[in-house]
């Protein structure tokens, strides 16, 4: 799947995933629920994830499928 955004809408995401990942950070903290805990890891990590692509992205590089980036 591909999504098409603008630098500013790129920005923008990232900005929003910025300030979310360490409120669920957080959130992971607080709970005691080890199977709601583990969810929110997971999602954690996919996040991070979209948001270091777009910060790639923004910069000028891009993200190859396999992690790794080219410059």
Do not use: C
Request: aromatic residues 2%.
């Amino acid at each position: 799947m591909q999504l098409q955004l603008t630098k500013g809408q790129a920005g923008e995401l990232e900005s929003l995933l910025d300030a979310y990942l360490p409120e669920l950070s957080h959130e992971i903290t607080a709970t005691d629920n080890p199977e709601f805990r583990a969810s929110l890891r997971t999602r954690r990590a996919g996040l991070s994830e979209v948001a270091e692509a777009l910060g790639l992205l923004i910069r000028g590089t891009s993200a190859e499928p396999d992690g790794k980036s080219s410059s």
